[in-house]
């Protein structure tokens, strides 16, 4: 159980029920405060102590992510995520650092990661294959013998340790949630690597970008922006610094 106080920011009520409806598996809910516009949720952020922040992106009265901008410069530590029921709206998200990304209508089990994320309660590495869309049909992958992930244009693309290659409509943003949980990364918008599988962080051309080198030799760009992450992801699993 998560004890403070929750705010849920979205302007359509509908959704909010549903979302309030969701979230009453894991807190009571007077625990929960409910803003229909940014200008509420800007009052509820500077007056009441929060656990966590869940905020739908696209608001009627402010650009997309001014309320992540305004925790962020105001509030900084308070975790928040991500509600929208536009999946294209995960990419733009990038830049930001939300402790999730929910797309509506919220999922219970996925909700549930969510908040075992927040309490910061550690989850056993799972074990078997993972069932992956493409078209029409599920392709079954081991993420134990993925290499690394790519989006090319359209389509996600699996690089095998084997060398097999496999294209997927699933996005980088779904694939992320999913193999997350076996240890991957999102180092760059585009990729996702095993952090298992990193044989050497390096400086790039110039020095002003990074790359990684993974265990069967391929390169992979690293953003400026999530290097630090990274760097405390590979702490976290042991990896030592000196």
Do not use: W
Request: hydrophobic letters at 40%; charged letters at 25%.
């Amino acid at each position: 159980m998560i004890s403070g106080k929750i705010l849920l920011v979205d302007d359509q009520s509908a959704a909010a029920q549903a979302s309030m409806d969701v979230l009453e598996n894991f807190v009571p809910r007077q625990q929960i405060l409910y803003a229909s516009t940014a200008a509420q949720a800007i009052q509820i952020l500077d007056s009441t102590p929060l656990a966590v922040a869940f905020l739908d992106i696209d608001m009627p009265d402010t650009k997309n992510f001014s309320l992540a901008r305004y925790i962020d410069e105001h509030h900084k530590g308070l975790p928040y995520v991500f509600l929208t029921g536009y999946a294209n709206f995960a990419a733009e998200s990038y830049d930001y650092e939300p402790l999730d990304f929910l797309t509506k209508p919220i999922d219970v089990v996925r909700l549930e990661k969510t908040f075992v994320r927040l309490s910061g309660r550690k989850q056993d590495v799972p074990s078997g294959k993972i069932a992956i869309r493409s078209k029409n049909d599920y392709i079954l992958v081991d993420p134990q013998e993925i290499s690394y992930v790519f989006r090319n244009q359209r389509k996600s693309q699996i690089n095998c340790n084997n060398g097999q290659t496999l294209f997927v409509y699933a996005t980088i943003e779904e694939l992320e949630l999913i193999l997350e949980d076996y240890g991957f990364f999102r180092c760059h918008k585009s990729y996702l690597i095993p952090c298992a599988r990193i044989a050497q962080v390096r400086s790039g051309q110039y020095g002003r970008t990074y790359e990684a080198v993974l265990a069967d030799g391929s390169i992979i760009p690293i953003s400026r922006n999530r290097y630090p992450a990274l760097r405390e992801k590979l702490e976290h699993l042991g990896v030592r610094f000196l």
